[in-house]
């Protein structure tokens, strides 16, 4: 991989300018508004994989916004590399909290980031990312270097749930045959820590609302005469965590995998500490299911969170009103073996059982996926940990992430195929918050990290035959 080094270090400066050109982009899959621009980003992606040699480009067409394809079949006899990613982004929102404007890309160095790092929506998740394996890719193939075959499928919907992504895989298995997936899309604890996302969890996603009376009221004429569904709103979701800190619906831990003391040990052995954590969020202390320290709260355990909550008047100065309904959006993080579509019926179930009769609750269910787990000596696995070895010249150490990503999931069970997620951001780079962004260590890292990947992997792949 000497040339495909060497070759990334004389093109620095156009990757980063081209990733650039990539984030001024704003393809927000959320938001119908930004349609136009996401089917551009997809084009634009398109015509990447293009120029950089890849064969049968496609910007495949679903009921959604497109997936992006394209391979170099170099050998059939060699193993194939299926490169995942996504190209859309979470909204800027709240957009008066970012310093330059999210889709104005700039390059500011920080704390962590002495050596600059790229402020846009998408930097880190998941342009950046996802760019890493295009340009590493790029620097095989015109060093002649390129070890095994490779496929790209770069989607649209990630951030709204992937939905059309599972049709298209369901539909294409034969297309996209491959031997390991490989996906720049989670994190690592520092950049001097490296380390490799070997757990997702799950996710449960559900609106709820709660309705009293069917109009809005004056506060005083009928104040303490009927339930406010705000008030009423807010005890229901205060009682879904008991004191413990555990969640109260019945049969929600039900099928939860219990770490044995052995796991929970290794996984105390990852730096953390719960002091410089609560200094990077300005918290007091940390607070979560009594018996798991931070990293098993934020990683092997299940959590319940409200993301929003709206009802009556939140304009300027006082209008005083009972509120006819009220609303909150609430998120469940699973863990294996939990099942994300049981959750949401038990949690529905429970929400329902929980209402005062004053009130009508409804539970609509949003999009939701599974959590994944991936072993630790497999070829992909030892071919990324020796890809990392080189390049940060440590060890990586495998670590579960809270987050989800819930195609991977999917894609062992319709693929048959463990994903290897080799993330390079860090959790200070505000992903999905304003002013997110992405070290240029750590993008130029990634992209002289993966092409060790490639040539590990068909190694230890024509070891085994
Ligand atoms: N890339 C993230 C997930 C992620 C980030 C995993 C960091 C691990 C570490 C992904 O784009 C994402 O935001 N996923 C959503 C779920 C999706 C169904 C909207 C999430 O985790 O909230
Ligand atoms: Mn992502
Ligand atoms: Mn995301």
């Known amino acids: 991989m000497k040339n495909s ?5 004389a093109n620095k400066d156009r990757f980063l300018n081209e990733l650039i050109d990539l984030l001024k982009m704003p393809s927000i899959s959320a938001d119908a508004k930004y349609a ?54 979470q909204p800027a929102d709240p957009i008066e909290l970012w310093t330059n404007p999210a889709f104005e890309p700039v390059v500011k160095s920080t704390e962590i980031h002495p050596e600059g790092a790229i402020f846009a929506r998408g930097a880190c998740d998941d342009k950046g990312q996802m760019f890493m394996h295009v340009k590493a890719v790029e620097a095989m ?19 709204v749930g992937s939905e059309n992504l599972g049709v298209f895989v369901k539909n294409n298995v034969e297309k996209l045959k491959a031997d390991v997936i490989l996906v720049s899309d989670t994190g690592m604890l520092a950049n001097d820590v490296p380390s490799i ?22 506060s005083g004429l009928y104040g303490g005469c009927v339930a406010n569904p705000i008030n009423t709103l807010a005890k229901m979701i205060a009682s879904l965590h008991d004191e413990n800190n555990k969640i109260t619906i019945p ?56 993301n929003g909550i709206w009802g009556g008047y939140t304009g300027e100065g006082a209008k005083t009103v009972i509120a006819s309904k009220a609303y909150a959006k609430i998120s469940m993080r699973l863990v294996p073996d939990q099942d994300p579509v049981e959750i949401t019926e038990l949690f529905k179930n429970h929400f329902e059982k929980i ?72 959790d200070s780079d505000a992903i999905h918050s304003p002013n997110e962004h992405f070290g240029l260590f750590n993008y130029y890292k990634g992209i002289e990290t993966i092409p060790y990947f490639y040539h590990h992997f068909t190694e230890l792949s024509q070891n085994e035959l």
């Open 5 to 9: 080094q060497t070759y990334i270090q």
């Open 355 to 426: 209402a005062p009769n004053s009130v009508k609750v409804t539970v609509k269910p949003h999009h939701g996926g599974e959590a994944a787990v991936t072993p630790i000596d497999s070829i992909g696995y030892k071919a990324a940990a020796l890809a990392y070895e080189q390049t940060f010249g440590k060890k990586p150490i495998p670590v579960r992430s809270g987050g989800s990503i819930p195609i991977v999931a999917m894609f062992e069970k319709i693929l048959g195929l463990k994903t290897i997620l080799m993330g390079f951001g860090l």
């Open 251 to 306: 049969g929600f831990y039900d099928k939860v995998i219990n770490l044995s003391d052995e796991e929970r040990a290794e996984m105390a052995k990852a730096p953390f500490s719960n002091e410089k954590y609560c200094k990077a969020l300005d918290i007091n202390e940390v607070m979560g299911e009594n018996g798991y320290s931070t990293m098993e709260r934020g990683s092997i355990r299940p959590t319940l969170d409200v």
């Open 36 to 89: 136009d621009a996401v089917h551009s980003t997809a084009a634009s992606v398109a015509s990447h994989l293009t120029d950089l040699g890849l064969d049968q480009v496609e910007v495949c067409q679903t009921a959604g916004y497109p997936i992006v394809y394209g391979e170099k079949i170099i050998d059939a006899t060699l193993p194939t590399v299926l490169v995942y990613g996504h190209y859309d982004v």
């Open 141 to 159: 193939l015109a060093s002649n270097e390129l070890p095994c075959n490779v496929k790209f499928m770069i989607e649209g919907e990630e951030e």
């Open 197 to 218: 996302t070997t757990g997702l969890r799950g996710l449960s996603y559900v609106e709820v609302e709660v309705t009293g009376p069917n109009r809005d009221l004056h």
